[in-house]
């Protein structure tokens, strides 16, 4: 079945349900949740975690699903390896979809990456044809945001900005644009003066590459960012065209991730601040009236068929807590 298709079905079925009172998102001030899907993602070669929790496909760091319930939506996790009517099919039910961050490598075949751009061609063409749909890249999702906007053509270059917590420095006017509009000056205050942002990668984009390769022109820049050693990178990136934004950091790991190593902010205000860019997203998803035709076909979805897995005692191994796996 093809995108055409599968929506207008979905859709048909949305309008039959929905009037009878089932799962829909009608309004930003809908009593019905949203439903966020969150990307799966295979092992990276490098994950110490892998070691011991292998046999399985791919997971999902159990933070994102906790950010976005905090924020107010259901969770659905997306498989990797699908077929592109599967993906075509889960994004015409879904209000908003989260590309998460992690390891996982860009030439990988049918993996993170390859599912990440069937995605992202899907959302486009949704919003394309009038409809609003929102994506949230997080970390290595913010890169492949990129990645896949230019063409899956490198932009990213080798950093180290591995376990530091960052501010931000805003672009001119950035503060006042795009996600950051609807933060209180309090929090935007803090985002500029505070470490309060978690930034755990290894590649950065520069305001240069993005100038280079033309991104600038369908892409604002927000916020950079300096690591520890002095190397400025961008931060905060949003579509000029689309609902998606790109974080290099990660707003979800200061209320959900304890790991003593790492150097994760649990201050209110630092949680507080941090959950707004997930308030982004739930926000933007109640924009659209996607819809699961029924509660039964919502919960065969749903994450709560699988149980997070506790990564203690190997959790000195990695950021995670606890770890969604998929077969």
Request: hydrophobic share 35%.
């Amino acid at each position: 079945m093809g995108y055409i298709q599968s929506i207008l079905i979905s859709s048909l079925l949305c309008l039959l349900a929905c009037s009878r009172g089932a799962v829909a998102s009608q309004s930003p001030t809908s009593s019905n949740p949203p439903v966020i899907g969150i990307l799966s993602q295979e092992y990276s070669v490098s994950s110490k975690i892998r070691f011991h929790f292998s046999g399985h496909k791919s997971y999902i760091s159990a933070s994102y699903v906790k950010a976005v319930e905090a924020s107010g939506a259901m969770v659905v996790p997306i498989l990797i390896g699908q077929s592109e009517d599967y993906y075509e099919d889960i994004m015409g039910r879904i209000n908003g979809l989260v590309i998460p961050g992690g390891a996982a490598l860009f030439n990988n075949t049918d993996g993170y990456k390859d599912a990440g751009k069937v995605l992202f061609k899907i959302a486009e063409k949704i919003n394309l044809k009038g409809d609003h749909f929102p994506i949230l890249g997080v970390c290595l999702g913010f890169e492949l945001l990129l990645h896949v906007a230019n063409n899956e053509q490198e932009v990213r270059t080798k950093c180290n900005c591995f376990n530091q917590g960052l501010s931000l420095k805003f672009m001119k006017n950035g503060s006042k644009t795009g996600i950051f509009k609807r933060f209180p000056k309090k929090n935007l205050k803090a985002l500029a003066k505070e470490s309060f942002t978690y930034n755990y990668h290894i590649w950065c984009i520069s305001k240069s590459t993005m100038e280079k390769t033309k991104l600038v022109d369908s892409w604002t820049i927000l916020s950079q960012s300096q690591s520890a050693d002095k190397n400025k990178f961008v931060s905060v990136v949003q579509s000029k065209q689309f609902p998606f934004v790109g974080t290099q950091f990660h707003p979800e790991k200061h209320a959900f991730e304890w790991n003593t190593k790492g150097h994760f902010n649990h201050s209110r205000i630092a949680i507080e601040t941090s959950r707004l860019f997930y308030d982004w997203l739930v926000d933007e998803a109640k924009k659209n009236k996607h819809c699961y035709p029924s509660q039964a076909d919502l919960y065969k979805d749903v994450i709560y068929n699988t149980a997070p897995v506790m990564t203690y005692p190997y959790n000195d191994e990695t950021s995670f807590e606890q770890l969604y796996f998929f077969d």
